[in-house]
């Protein structure tokens, strides 16, 4: 046993300080990744806690307090068209039981004049605007502000109008693909590999794995967004469905296990952003930008506005 140890130990030990090395100098081993834009200032579903979540109201009154970055989910519906919407079944949103998918565009119904703000329980928005938005239009009206585009579903002709709209209006390097399902996820890349990319949910699993295994600063990356809860917000300005997410203890592990200044300073040195949401109070936005986040997503495009305004966050040299 003692023969074998004299060969381990010394193996073991090279590899993490090599390890520990390319994490905090991983210029040695890979090219950074140079992403047409860097954003600070995300909008969630537009900025929904300020007007009705994903109207063109919303968009702009996120654009009009600076936001570098718009999310949005998107559905097609019967006739074809894509639409901005979270939710494909709109009971939540308009009060009626109905899918996006059964309706055609001209016979959607109006967003409810008071929302429930999903990420800030106890906190509603309103808005003169209560129609549910065409991609097209957000393309067309904010040519110069960035899009994450979410797909839920696996609809590969929904893929594909996304694609071409995106394309129609040069896009491609200032609109992201977003899923938290991998195959989904694959399927966008083939339809539009000039798309810059977020890790999926398994993604961001392995990527947990390699960085605790000491793995990640050896293997190279194609996504350039990393988008993630910080889970500190979670049953206390949101509370999930899931049982288990409800757990206080398993929460406390997950923020101690996901947020870890050195993953998130690694990922940073490697030119990929880190957006943390949906933080929609003061001390949550302070955090994230401690932690390493480069950008918020929140529902309050002029609270964040004002927080950035008083409190310019460090480069990434000054950390």
Same mark, same amino acid.
């Given at each position: 046993?003692?023969?074998?140890?004299?060969?381990?130990?010394?193996?073991? %030990?090279?590899?993490?300080?090599?390890?520990?090395? !390319?994490?905090?100098? *991983?210029?040695?081993?890979?090219?950074?990744?140079?992403?047409?834009?860097?954003?600070?200032?995300?909008?969630?579903?537009?900025? %929904? %806690?300020?007007?009705?979540?994903? $109207?063109?109201?919303? @968009? $702009?009154?996120?654009?009009?307090?600076?936001?570098?970055? !718009?999310?949005?989910?998107?559905?097609?519906?019967?006739?074809?068209?894509?639409?901005? &919407?979270?939710?494909?079944?709109?009971?939540?949103?308009?009060?009626?039981?109905?899918?996006?998918?059964?309706?055609?565009?001209?016979?959607?119904?109006?967003?409810?004049?008071?929302?429930?703000?999903? @990420?800030?329980?106890?906190? @509603?928005?309103?808005?003169?605007?209560?129609?549910?938005?065409?991609?097209?239009?957000?393309?067309?009206?904010?040519?110069?502000?960035?899009?994450?585009?979410?797909?839920?579903?696996?609809?590969?002709?929904?893929?594909?109008?996304? #694609?071409? !709209?995106?394309?129609?209006?040069?896009?491609? &390097?200032?609109?992201?693909?977003?899923?938290?399902? #991998?195959?989904?996820?694959?399927?966008?890349?083939?339809?539009?590999?000039?798309?810059? /990319?977020?890790?999926?949910?398994?993604?961001?699993?392995?990527?947990?794995?390699?960085?605790?295994?000491?793995?990640?600063?050896?293997? *190279?990356? #194609?996504?350039?967004?990393?988008? $993630?809860?910080?889970?500190?917000?979670?049953?206390?300005?949101?509370? *999930?469905?899931?049982? +288990? +997410?409800?757990?206080?203890?398993?929460?406390?592990?997950?923020?101690?296990?996901?947020?870890?200044? &050195? +993953?998130?300073?690694?990922?940073?040195?490697? %030119?990929?952003?880190?957006?943390?949401?949906?933080?929609?109070?003061?001390?949550?936005?302070?955090?994230?930008?401690?932690?390493?986040?480069?950008?918020?997503?929140?529902?309050?495009? #002029?609270?964040?506005?004002?927080? +950035?305004? &008083?409190? *310019? /966050?460090?480069? !990434?040299?000054?950390?």
């Amino acid at each position: 046993m003692s023969n074998y140890l004299y060969y381990i130990v010394p193996a073991l %030990g090279g590899y993490t300080l090599t390890s520990v090395l !390319l994490l905090r100098n *991983p210029h040695l081993l890979h090219k950074k990744k140079q992403t047409a834009f860097q954003c600070q200032h995300i909008s969630h579903r537009g900025g %929904g %806690g300020e007007r009705i979540e994903n $109207t063109l109201e919303a @968009f $702009t009154n996120a654009v009009d307090n600076g936001t570098e970055m !718009l999310e949005l989910d998107c559905h097609l519906t019967r006739d074809g068209q894509v639409v901005v &919407s979270h939710d494909e079944n709109l009971l939540r949103e308009t009060g009626h039981d109905i899918n996006i998918s059964d309706v055609d565009y001209a016979d959607l119904p109006l967003y409810k004049d008071r929302l429930a703000v999903t @990420f800030y329980e106890g906190h @509603f928005s309103t808005g003169k605007d209560r129609r549910i938005a065409l991609l097209e239009d957000v393309l067309k009206q904010f040519p110069h502000t960035a899009v994450n585009i979410e797909i839920k579903e696996d609809n590969e002709p929904l893929i594909k109008k996304v #694609s071409d !709209l995106v394309k129609k209006y040069d896009r491609e &390097s200032t609109t992201v693909w977003a899923s938290v399902k #991998s195959h989904i996820m694959k399927k966008c890349r083939a339809e539009n590999p000039d798309m810059p /990319t977020m890790f999926t949910f398994r993604r961001g699993l392995l990527l947990l794995l390699m960085y605790y295994t000491g793995l990640l600063p050896f293997v *190279p990356l #194609s996504e350039s967004f990393l988008q $993630t809860y910080m889970p500190s917000i979670i049953n206390r300005t949101y509370t *999930p469905s899931s049982v +288990l +997410l409800r757990n206080s203890f398993l929460i406390k592990i997950a923020d101690k296990i996901t947020m870890r200044k &050195s +993953l998130l300073r690694h990922l940073q040195l490697r %030119g990929i952003q880190i957006h943390l949401f949906v933080l929609n109070e003061e001390s949550d936005i302070r955090r994230a930008f401690q932690l390493g986040a480069t950008g918020v997503m929140t529902d309050y495009p #002029s609270k964040l506005r004002r927080y +950035l305004d &008083s409190n *310019p /966050t460090p480069s !990434l040299n000054d950390q």
